[in-house]
C-alpha cells in the first residue's frame, strides 16, 4: 500500500490503506476478479505530470464522495510503464495518463483522462 497524496499541503490526504500499488500484470487480472464483488477504480498516473498532480488533487478533494463505495488501485506510469500497456490491452482501453478506469463485473464501465477527472464524475459512475 502506498500514499500516493502524503506530500500534498492540505489536512485532506487519503489514507495509505486506501491505495493498493499496481506493479505486475496479475495485479491487473486480480483487480478484474475482485470487480465482480467491488466496483474496483485504477488511476493510471504520470508523477511527472502537471495535468496528473491536477487530477490527482481533484480526486483528493472530493475524496468524500467516492470514498467506500470502490476499491483504489494506483499505477505509477512512468515506473510502470509495460504494465500500462498491458492494462490497455488487458481491459481494451486507449492508453492515456492521467487515466481513470472503473471496473465493476469484470468489465470496464467507464474511462475518464485528464482534466475530465473529477471524484464526482468518478461516484457518479459508481
Known amino acids: 500500500m ?7 499541503k492540505t489536512s485532506q490526504t487519503i489514507p495509505m490503506d486506501k491505495w493498493k500499488s499496481i506493479t505486475r500484470e ?4 486480480d483487480i478484474v476478479t475482485r ?17 496528473s498532480a491536477f487530477a490527482k488533487s481533484r480526486i483528493v478533494d472530493g475524496y468524500d464522495e467516492i470514498d467506500g463505495k470502490a476499491d ?3 499505477l ?10 498491458f492494462i490497455a490491452e488487458h481491459l ?9 478506469i472503473i471496473l465493476k463485473n469484470g468489465e470496464v ?14 461516484a457518479e459512475k459508481l
Request: glycine content about 4%.
Open 109 to 122: 464501465v467507464h474511462s475518464v483522462t485528464h482534466h475530465a477527472i473529477t471524484a464526482k464524475g468518478i
Open 2 to 8: 502506498i500514499n500516493i497524496f502524503n506530500k500534498r
Open 72 to 74: 483504489f488501485n494506483y
Open 76 to 85: 505509477d506510469l512512468l515506473a510502470y510503464r509495460p504494465i500500462s500497456n
Open 35 to 51: 470487480s465482480n464483488e467491488t466496483a474496483q477504480i485504477i488511476f493510471k498516473d504520470s508523477v511527472t505530470c502537471g495535468i
Open 92 to 100: 481494451h482501453v486507449n492508453h492515456q495518463s492521467p487515466q481513470i
Open 26 to 29: 496479475q495485479d491487473v487480472r
